[in-house]
């Protein structure tokens, strides 16, 4: 009996399915535009690096660090051959946004990848929360999704395809300790994925997030000085390591590939199992 029968029995539909695949998987995004909001460091800069090895041209939004910005450009076209429009705007203002997006389009020629990055993080207790700090994290990590999320859904509704990204982040899962105006402004956007992902899926557009915990950046030292407590946040992490911003890059360009074209309205929680310590 050959190896193909014994797989697949007498059932030549089986033998159909198991056979039928390519053993190679790729993700190609040539020919793809992509915009990512606070594209120039941390998470977006990985991100926007990715998405240009898979084949994207990009335009990264930044709001400071023009140093930075400019050597990623370089990086982009010298060495991956991809095109990359660099647009400083504060995207909490949505006039701002709309500019920036005919921009992009005129630029680039369309939007069929957002992702909604840009986000600040800080821990105070409640009561060293005024108003003034609420509404700027508030502006910041939802409004501005919001606003890239509305003025972009309007392209890919003429071409009756694309895929959002919305990247929040563990912390409305777990009950982040003090910061609570994070947790609610990412806890929004959680919302505002499902949300969106049942109006636009008419439109063949796919909106998922994805919420990462403790990431290794460049400002995680500043953020945790103390080694007693970075050693705690290790132990509370099962697979024994802190996430990484290429992890969380891997899983954007994942979902915004076909791979992923029946994952709709979902945050993937990339925590390395962090949240399931309570």
Not at 84 to 101: H, N, P, W
Not at 141 to 159: D, G, I, Q, R
Request: net charge negative; aromatic share 4%; with cysteine.
């Amino acid at each position: 009996m050959s190896g193909r029968q014994e797989v697949g029995g007498s059932n030549p539909l089986i033998s159909t399915i198991l056979f039928s695949f390519d053993p190679m998987i790729t993700i190609d995004l040539s020919d793809k535009k992509a915009i990512v909001t606070g594209g120039n460091s941390g998470i977006g800069k990985a991100v926007s690096l990715r998405l240009a090895q898979a084949g994207c041209d990009l335009a990264i939004n930044y709001h400071t660090d023009e140093d930075s910005v400019y050597r990623l450009k370089d990086k982009i076209e010298s060495y991956m051959g991809q095109k990359a429009v660099l647009i400083k705007s504060d995207i909490r203002d949505e006039g701002t946004v709309k500019k920036m997006v005919s921009r992009i389009v005129r630029e680039l020629g369309t939007i069929d990848i957002l992702i909604n990055n840009a986000g600040i993080t800080s821990s105070p207790g409640i009561e060293d929360i005024d108003l003034s700090e609420w509404e700027t994290v508030i502006d910041v990590n939802l409004s501005s999704a919001f606003y890239c999320a509305k003025h972009c859904s309007e392209v890919m509704k003429e071409k009756r395809c694309g895929k959002m990204i919305n990247i929040s982040s563990a912390g409305p899962i777990t009950g982040k300790y003090k910061g609570i105006h994070c947790a609610a402004a990412n806890g929004g956007l959680d919302a505002m994925t499902r949300a969106l992902s049942r109006e636009l899926a008419d439109y063949n557009i796919r909106v998922n997030g994805i919420a990462p915990a403790v990431v290794e950046t460049d400002t995680y030292p500043n953020s945790y000085p103390e080694r007693q407590k970075r050693d705690k946040i290790l132990q509370n992490i099962p697979i024994g390591r802190l996430g990484t911003t290429e992890d969380i890059a891997n899983i954007c360009v994942f979902l915004c590939s076909d791979l992923a074209d029946h994952l709709n309205g979902q945050t993937i929680i990339a925590d390395g199992g962090m949240s399931l310590q309570g």
